[in-house]
């Protein structure tokens, strides 16, 4: 049976050690806000424009999709076609996407007493191409991630990974959890 003490103690127990020193594209701790052009009121401004390519991408679907040839699909189907997509634009540099259902993922991270982490991918959003080829195809990220969690990733073009999305409530992308 998972015991969820005895997984946080084994991640905590591997020695991870904090960084030595900050990113290079991390920003300043503190960020001002409401003055015209800080990155907070920046940051405002994308996730405006975020939410408003998010709804008219997604009215595009829906008034284009009696006119698609291809069928919505799910479970395994979906994650096989996520990862296909997401190695033809980002390469096979990245995490180990378990090509199940977001259900069957749960039950094999649950077996296996590994955390499950859930992506997100919204190929719409500014900072998805970036994340992807900066963050999610380095060797550290990948070694991190492969072995401590059970990795489950879903494009919001999926059915699956949109109920998933709205159960945990995203509000932003890229999503990780």
């Given at each position: 049976e998972w015991n969820?003490?005895?997984?946080?103690?084994?991640?905590?127990?591997?020695?991870?050690?904090?960084?030595?020193?900050?990113?290079?594209?991390?920003?300043?701790?503190?960020?001002?806000?409401?003055?015209?052009?800080?990155?907070?009121?920046t940051e405002a401004n994308h996730q405006n424009l975020s939410l408003v390519q998010r709804i008219f991408g997604g009215l595009?679907?829906?008034?284009?999709?009696?006119?698609?040839?291809?069928?919505p699909v799910f479970g395994s189907e979906a994650a096989l076609r996520f990862v296909n997509s997401f190695e033809r634009e980002y390469g096979t540099e990245h995490p180990n996407f378990v090509q199940d259902s977001f259900k069957q993922a749960a039950t094999a991270a649950s077996r296996q007493h590994k955390f499950l982490l859930v992506y997100l991918h919204s190929p719409l959003h500014q900072d998805t191409d970036n994340f992807c080829r900066h963050t999610?195809?380095?060797?550290?990220?990948?070694t991190f991630m492969n072995e401590r969690f059970i990795v489950w990733a879903g494009s919001l073009e999926h059915s699956e990974a949109c109920m998933v999305s709205d159960s945990i409530q995203t509000s932003s992308f890229p999503f990780i959890a």
């Open positions: 969820l003490d005895r997984a946080v103690q084994a991640f905590m127990q591997n020695g991870l050690a904090a960084p030595t020193s900050p990113s290079p594209n991390a920003g300043p701790n503190v960020i001002p806000s409401g003055i015209p052009g800080t990155p907070r009121e595009l679907k829906v008034i284009t999709a009696p006119f698609s040839t291809e069928a999610l195809a380095t060797p550290t990220c990948q």
